[in-house]
């Protein structure tokens, strides 16, 4: 029963991707049809990130009263009932609506089954579970190429989508009962001590934890400023035309897919240290693909690698939280972690977008070499604290 357990949780990674890419690959076309500002995309994505900062910081109330399972469930479909919304928007403001239900259930995902498999699964499973979150951030923008290529119309991307996630919720709340038979007195005991409530005023008075906040914000704003400009890149930079780059866009969510499967089996030999630390090294390296003037194919490789680079270090980062500052914490300052990330994907690709309106879509690259050294300078700020 553990087992599949597991198995349900994957699933609800596999939802929690399928929305995420959607944007970015189809605002090329969003933004000429409607007459858009380029930049409005990332405003988008800042009301979505917001959202999902409400319902992160919320995860510890929502976990006593409903339960794991239930909050699962229901966000799946409050991601559905966005999706519906965004295939039938016609105006900036529809946009804006439907991103509420969308980036509420999205957090609420995300917050609980983050804490749940840290707590209770081996390193290896923290990879794989975000390796589901790649696959279907990395379907998605075929969804949508499909779409523009084959219908001609951008509002079936969103639609089929959110059919597939209207299929799950119904699967979800089908399988509420094995997360109450999964559940062993010993696990739930652990869950309930884990699940100890922290202030944010506690949280932030923990050692140490500021700079592993910030390390987060600064890795999650470099993940989702890349897969969400990607396409425009390639369309505005690159010259291609903008349903070859709205499947091409999903470059970054492939190099991130396949490279949490491999950082499972490497979790087994190497610490979450090693990994951020190998996860750093391979991301300057494809930024330094996409910034040098070679043929567009290097820049494809290097949307690849960046990637592969981003894989071990989001589930790396949150699997070392419990070890690092405690189980009995881990939901508490979990919660707060990943508020942190959504303030990343709220306000950093919108910055960007007003950067790039004024200086060009050429220094997205750039742009994400500033986030990477930000990450890696708070990263090892903690990792020298915790050595001494």
């Known amino acids: 029963m553990y087992g599949l357990l597991l198995v349900i949780i994957y699933v609800s990674f596999v939802s929690l991707g399928l929305p995420d890419s959607l944007l970015g690959s189809s605002w090329p076309v969003v933004q000429e049809e409607l007459s858009l500002p380029f930049s409005a995309a990332g405003v988008i994505a800042m009301v979505i990130s917001l959202c999902t900062v409400a319902s992160s910081l919320s995860s510890d109330f929502l976990i006593r009263r409903i339960g794991t399972g239930k909050i699962v469930a229901i966000s799946t479909l409050l991601t559905a009932i966005g999706l519906v919304g965004f ?39 923290m990879s794989w579970l ?48 094995i997360w109450k038979k999964g559940a062993t007195a010993e696990e739930g005991a652990k869950e309930e001590a884990a699940g100890a409530s922290l202030s944010l005023k506690s949280v932030l008075a923990i050692p140490g934890v500021k700079s592993w906040f910030l390390a987060f914000f600064a890795y999650c704003a470099l993940e989702i400023t890349a897969c969400l400009w990607a396409s425009s890149y390639l369309v505005e930079v690159r010259g291609l035309s903008a349903e070859v780059a709205s499947g091409l866009a999903s470059l970054c969510y492939i190099g991130i897919t396949v490279g949490r499967l ?30 040098l003037p070679l043929p567009t194919p290097f820049a494809l490789a290097g949307l690849l690698v960046i990637g592969l680079g981003c894989a071990p ?76």
């Open 262 to 291: 491999i950082n499972g089996f490497l979790s087994m030999k190497l610490g979450d240290k090693t990994l951020i630390r190998m996860g750093a090294g391979i991301l300057s390296v494809g930024i330094l693909l996409v910034i």
């Open 313 to 388: 270090v989001y589930p790396c980062v949150i699997h070392a939280t419990p070890i690092l500052f405690g189980r009995e914490r881990s939901q508490s300052i979990i919660g707060v972690q990943l508020s942190c990330a959504y303030l990343g994907f709220s306000f950093m690709p919108p910055l960007f977008g007003v950067i790039a309106e004024h200086l060009g879509v050429g220094v997205f690259p750039w742009y994400l070499f500033v986030l990477l050294a930000l990450m890696v300078i708070t990263h090892e700020a903690v990792q020298a604290r915790f050595r001494k």
């Open 130 to 177: 975000h390796c589901m979150w790649g696959l279907g951030a990395s379907l998605s923008p075929y969804i949508m190429s499909f779409s523009l290529m084959r219908l001609s119309e951008w509002r079936w991307g969103y639609g089929i989508v959110a059919i597939l996630q209207g299929v799950l919720a119904i699967l979800l709340f089908c399988c509420l009962p």
């Open 87 to 125: 295939a039938f928007s016609s105006r900036l403001w529809h946009f804006f609506v439907w991103a509420l239900p969308y980036g509420l259930g999205a957090g609420s995902i995300d917050a609980v089954l983050n804490n749940y498999v840290a707590l209770h699964y081996k390193s290896q499973h």
